[in-house]
């Protein structure tokens, strides 16, 4: 009934395994992919023709988690999967980016690659083991696929590369000195495709040495891949890619002269109407049967790359003018809004963006349901980008893939530079609104988010800024590398490769690659080359920072406290009861966790010291011979009951009231007297011992005894 084709090997820790023949038999290919105990399951399907009216590849990948995976009910009211989750939507990404420019140029038909996590071990991350599994089905579908590709995850701790370490090694970097890098990298058997990492201020070339690395320990992988196809792959599809030389002889010699022209306009305004002009008077030469042709759109995204790349290399000289290094101007602006806790805009040539901090409480933590488990973060940054940014008008909807993979990028590239929660703790959000955009508006969050977060008082280690780099590779070899693309450049090059850092070093590199990869000498290069522009956008940056920003008015001021863990009870109280008295009297949230520890949090410092003389009051332990003054709440034959440390009482013995005999406490004392006491010490059952007649009622200092 089964055709099973089973292939192993042993690879780092764990043994991976692609089985293909058993499962979802009616897709083109499906492969499960188990490497420990996660196991992952690829699924490809694609339209045997192409797709009418689509002038791009329509390819789209689905990467889901279910929760029985992990043995997991999921939460919420529906207590199914839903939405996906911002870890399903990046490592959909992640798979897309590295297969998607391997397919035959021409190819238009639709394909649609689904991977479904079936198992996790808690200890190896599916998303490595979902690339693998798209890979391998890709490979065995037919369809004009030039894979397949490899992947693997990369660490560094203690000067080592570490191949695929585990889920929770790589769980929270930020508090993990030890582990300084998480590194994805996916290639072909001779170069790289696709890298993804956040990194712990790495030099360029430790960060080099891991992609290499990398490469290196996935060759195995793309070698198992291949034997399976051996003997499970279906025929190849029958493709070819169209030829439209005619047509596009014809579009040339009509149009280069004007396409030229209208690349040579600086202003990305005036160069977009002149090559929508350069396009339509190409148009007009051409005949009704030409301008029906499926390749025309082809034809013209070939002309235009052909006249930008080709200048590029011929005069080093780019669309706006620029030499291949050269920055565009920067301004930087912080304290942009008056009532936000922290602001920058930060503008780079046409790219702009309006970074705002909002500085919360532990209660403002997002709480996030993993497969591995349930986590809070105090670091969160979103990423908005209108459609006004760039010049059009267009449908307003939630974030899509790109706003939360933008936003992710800038949120791993200043991971490396906040302060400990224990030094800082506070929430930390930032809100990216991209305002306009002409080329890396990712890297322009990176940089306003830092100067924001500076505006806000937040003590970063040091000052965080991003380029993004770009690449024209010729058929024979010539490369040009160039530094803070443009939009077009980025759209008509072979590379978009982005480097976040501080004058340190690296903490956040993605690389994506439109030909079939690059060498390390171009990424050498690259990299080289983006540190002297992260370099000088730094400089920039500082021109904005004056000195340390000052904490907003409207911020909440948060102070931290340690008390035993055998007080935790005493100060939340029975149902809560203590510590909702403690927010209510003072006005201050008070949160505290199992290891004593309470942040107090308000904008009013007196509410702080408010909430903080209550809990000391239930915390603190009266000291044996020091001196009190308190309250005289009850009075019984053989003495006093006096309220002296906080809600404590103690027993002021008749005959420690007074130096002369005393009949009755009544005779000396009243209820609500205010009295000074000393603590003697306790008894042996620790009752208090206090006493009256030692200390000088008026001066409230200990009267010395004679003798």
């Not at 399903?88 to 590295?98: A, F, G, M, W, Y």
């Not at 695929?164 to 970097?173: G, K, T």
Request: proline share 4%; glycine share 10%.
């Amino acid at each position: 009934m089964f055709n099973v084709v089973k292939k192993s090997i042993e690879w780092g820790h764990d043994t991976l395994t692609l089985e293909t023949g058993k499962v979802a038999r009616q897709a083109d290919a499906a492969v499960i992919a188990t490497y420990g105990e996660t196991t992952v399951l690829a699924a490809v399907v694609f339209e045997k023709k192409p797709k009418e009216g689509f002038d791009f590849f329509p390819l789209t990948v689905h990467y889901q988690e279910k929760y029985y995976a992990a043995g997991k009910i999921p939460g919420g009211f529906f207590k199914r999967e839903a939405r996906p989750s911002e870890k399903e939507t990046l490592t959909s990404r992640l798979i897309d980016r590295p297969i998607r420019p391997l397919f035959v140029p021409g190819f238009k038909n639709e394909t649609q690659v689904i991977c479904t996590v079936l198992s996790h071990d808690l200890e190896n991350d599916p998303d490595v083991v979902a690339m693998i599994a798209a890979s391998a089905a890709l490979t065995l579908s037919g369809a004009p696929f030039r894979g397949p590709i490899g992947c693997a995850r990369v660490g560094f701790t203690d000067g080592s590369y570490v191949l695929n370490p585990s889920v929770d090694d790589m769980q929270d970097l930020r508090n993990n000195p030890e582990q300084r890098l998480d590194l994805i990298v996916a290639g072909t058997k001779d170069a790289v495709m696709m890298v993804e990492s956040e990194v712990y201020e790495l030099s360029e070339a430790e960060v080099l040495g891991a992609v290499e690395f990398g490469h290196a320990q996935m060759q195995p992988v793309i070698d198992m891949i291949l034997d399976l196809a051996n003997d499970a792959a279906n025929e190849p599809f029958d493709f070819q890619s169209p030829d439209y030389s005619e047509l596009y002889a014809k579009v040339k010699a009509a149009g280069e002269e004007a396409m030229r022209a209208a690349f040579a306009n600086t202003d990305k305004q005036e160069r977009t109407a002149a090559v929508k002009a350069a396009r339509e008077s190409i148009r007009e030469s051409l005949t009704e049967e030409e301008l029906e042709d499926a390749n025309l759109d082809s034809c013209f995204k070939k002309l235009e790359s052909e006249v930008v790349r080709g200048d590029i290399i011929k005069t080093g000289k780019r669309i706006d003018g620029r030499d291949l290094t050269t920055v565009r101007p920067i301004t930087s602006e912080v304290g942009f809004l008056p009532r936000t806790h922290g602001s920058a805009l930060f503008t780079r040539g046409e790219t702009q963006g309006l970074v705002v901090t909002t500085l919360g409480t532990g209660d403002d933590e997002q709480i996030i349901d993993a497969l591995h488990g349930s986590s809070r973060s105090n670091f969160l940054l979103h990423y908005n980008f209108p459609p006004y940014s760039v010049g059009e008008a267009g449908r307003m909807f939630g974030p899509g893939r790109r706003e939360i993979g933008h936003g992710k990028l800038a949120w791993r590239a200043l991971q490396a530079v906040l302060p400990p929660a224990t030094d800082f703790p506070y929430t930390i959000r930032l809100v990216s609104e991209i305002t306009e955009s002409n080329g890396s508006s990712s890297m322009a969050t990176v940089c306003g988010s830092s100067l924001s977060m500076m505006d806000a008082g937040v003590p970063l280690k040091n000052a965080v800024a991003g380029v993004a780099m770009g690449l024209i590779l010729q058929d024979d070899g010539e490369f040009a590398v160039l530094t803070d693309i443009l939009g077009d450049e980025d759209h008509l090059g072979d590379m978009d490769f982005k480097v976040a850092g501080t004058e340190n070093g690296i903490t956040t590199m993605q690389m994506d690659i439109k030909v079939a990869g690059i060498t390390p000498e171009i990424m050498r290069t690259a990299l080289a080359q983006a540190r002297d522009g992260r370099m000088h956008i730094l400089g920039e940056m500082s021109k904005a920072l004056t000195g340390a920003g000052e904490f907003s008015v409207h911020a909440p001021r948060i102070e931290t406290m340690q008390v035993p863990s055998d007080k935790i009870r005493e100060v939340i109280g029975s149902g809560g009861k203590v510590i909702r008295e403690i927010v209510e009297v003072s006005g201050a949230k008070v949160d505290i966790n199992d290891d004593g520890i309470i942040k107090i949090a308000s904008p009013n410092g007196e509410s702080i010291e408010k909430a903080r003389a209550m809990i000391n009051e239930i915390v603190a332990v009266p000291e044996a011979g020091k001196i009190y003054t308190g309250k005289v709440v009850k009075l019984m034959d053989f003495g006093a009951f006096v309220n002296f440390f906080g809600k404590r009482d103690g027993l002021v013995h008749v005959s420690q009231l007074a130096n002369e005999r005393v009949n009755h406490p009544k005779d000396v004392l009243s209820e609500g007297q205010e009295v000074k006491v000393k603590l003697l010490g306790f008894d042996d059952r620790g009752k208090v011992r206090l006493s009256m007649k030692v200390v000088d009622q008026e001066t409230g200092e200990e009267i010395k005894q004679e003798g």
